[in-house]
């Protein structure tokens, strides 16, 4: 036994100067690893941050506002004076839209305000009807206008 134990005694001295040198070397593995780890979590909550804040400067980039409030009214007699007075009166009509998202705007509800319109200038009745209406920055009515007494029937 005494010739045995020098050798397990000396194997066992091997193995653990073998798992302290072990250690070692994978204690700093561990903690290169643990600090990249840590880098690599705080680069991705910055990403994070930094895709949160763009998403939403690109969502309110791309919300579009109404600017101006163009008319186009086709009237029969080709009266500028009445064409005016037509494009006046209606933008005063449409004013509060100037500034609204155009996503929040409802042209059901423009339709509803502006197409059976009457309008009366220079003592004469004026009929509005819608043709179409573009939804833009900058938004665009096409009407038709017609004399009251000189109304088509649908």
Do not use: C
């Amino acid at each position: 036994m005494k010739k045995v134990f020098p050798f397990i005694s000396a194997f066992l001295f091997g193995i653990i100067l073998g798992a302290a040198g072990l250690n070692l070397f994978i204690a700093k593995k561990i903690d290169s690893l643990y600090l990249e780890r840590e880098s690599m979590l705080f680069k991705i909550s910055e990403q994070e941050t930094r895709l949160e804040k763009l998403e939403k400067s690109l969502a309110e980039r791309w919300k579009r506002h109404v600017k101006e409030i163009i008319v186009f009214p086709d009237t029969q007699n080709n009266n500028s004076h009445v064409k005016i007075k037509i494009k006046q009166k209606v933008a005063e009509l449409l004013k509060d839209l100037i500034g609204e998202e155009i996503d929040k705007i409802d042209p059901l509800l423009i339709y509803n305000i502006v197409n059976d319109r009457k309008l009366t200038i220079e003592g004469k009745d004026y009929l509005l009807k819608v043709e179409v209406i573009v939804m833009d920055t900058q938004m665009e009515l096409f009407l038709k206008v017609f004399l009251e007494e000189k109304i088509p029937e649908p």
